[in-house]
């Protein structure tokens, strides 16, 4: 099943196409890209890139793509296919394809993709990524998607959004994680014998709240989640058909028909 994120950025149509098309900015903002940069090409050839994502610190996945096409619609929608593959054997994406659709409306931009991808490994490379791989990219390209509304409309740079993120998620976790230990011991530790016996009433009732607000509270205006992108189309899009590359062909045979 392929993956689908839609978001509406307030901004022009031209500013979020080239955010997105120029690969030193489209580094900036996706979670799912280190590296990404245009390779060499002759006249009349498709554009080919590179891109690399670091997993670890001494681990860099890396693979090629190529600009399958692009389409302008008299309404103005804009849409980017392209294709993709990694020979690199820790690479759980063996190859794949998708594009980019741009629908300007009143207000600004529908900015959404759609991409599939096969997985390579056999069986456990399939059962991974149904469980864990293909989720994480799911979340990562509507993560992404929200910084990089946040860099248009708000003027907050995908540095100093991902500052926040984590900002955010610390607090989060100092909170849930001292909620939980003082639940955990009825009181909090220290207090003496008759203080203690009176809190360990009140404190479920102050501190379950607290674990709920680090759970669930909706992030921050100024931090990117995840959650404020579509990730089902309200009606199915038609993909784009990717045109093949150009490749050397001998002499068709003549056609017969019997």
């Known amino acids: 099943?392929?993956?689908?994120?839609?978001?509406?950025?307030?901004?022009?149509?031209?500013?979020?196409?080239?955010?997105?098309?120029?690969?030193?900015?489209?580094?900036?903002?996706?979670?799912?890209?280190?590296?990404?940069?245009?390779?060499?090409?002759?006249e009349g050839e498709p554009q080919r890139f590179r891109y690399a994502t670091r997993v670890l610190p001494f681990l860099?996945?890396?693979g090629t793509g190529v600009a399958a096409g692009e389409k302008e619609r008299a309404d103005g929608t804009r849409t980017s296919a392209l294709r993709f593959a990694s020979p690199h054997p820790l690479s759980l994406i063996a190859e794949g394809s998708g594009y980019w659709?741009?629908?300007?409306?009143?207000?600004?931009?529908r900015f959404l993709t759609g991409y599939d991808y096969r997985p390579r490994w056999?069986?456990?490379?399939?059962?991974?990524?149904?469980?864990?791989?293909?989720?994480?990219?799911?979340?990562?390209?509507?993560?992404?998607?929200?910084?990089?509304?946040?860099?248009?409309?708000?003027?907050?740079?995908?540095?100093?959004?991902?500052?926040?993120?984590l900002t955010e998620l610390t607090v989060r976790a100092l909170v849930l994680a001292l909620c939980l230990t003082v639940l955990a011991h009825g009181s909090p530790p220290g207090?003496?014998?008759?203080?203690?016996?009176a809190t360990a009433y009140l404190c479920p009732l102050l501190l379950v709240p607290g674990v709920f607000l680090a759970l669930f509270k909706a992030?921050?205006?100024?931090?990117?989640?995840?959650?404020?992108?579509?990730?089902?189309?309200?009606?199915?899009?038609?993909?784009?058909?990717?045109?093949k590359t150009p490749e050397r062909q001998g002499p068709r045979a003549p056609e017969t028909h019997g």
């Open 191 to 197: 207090l003496p014998g008759p203080l203690a016996d």
């Open 219 to 243: 992030p921050l205006a100024g931090t990117p989640a995840a959650r404020r992108c579509l990730r089902t189309p309200a009606l199915r899009p038609r993909a784009p058909r990717l045109t």
């Open 122 to 165: 056999g069986l456990i490379g399939a059962l991974a990524d149904r469980l864990l791989f293909r989720p994480l990219m799911g979340w990562a390209t509507a993560w992404s998607f929200d910084r990089l509304r946040l860099w248009l409309e708000r003027g907050i740079t995908p540095e100093r959004a991902r500052r926040n993120w």
């Open 101 to 109: 659709r741009y629908v300007p409306d009143a207000h600004g931009v």
């Open 60 to 62: 860099t996945v890396a």
């Open 1 to 42: 099943m392929g993956l689908y994120i839609e978001t509406h950025i307030r901004a022009g149509l031209d500013e979020l196409w080239a955010r997105t098309q120029d690969p030193a900015r489209h580094q900036r903002w996706d979670l799912r890209f280190t590296e990404i940069h245009y390779l060499p090409r002759t």
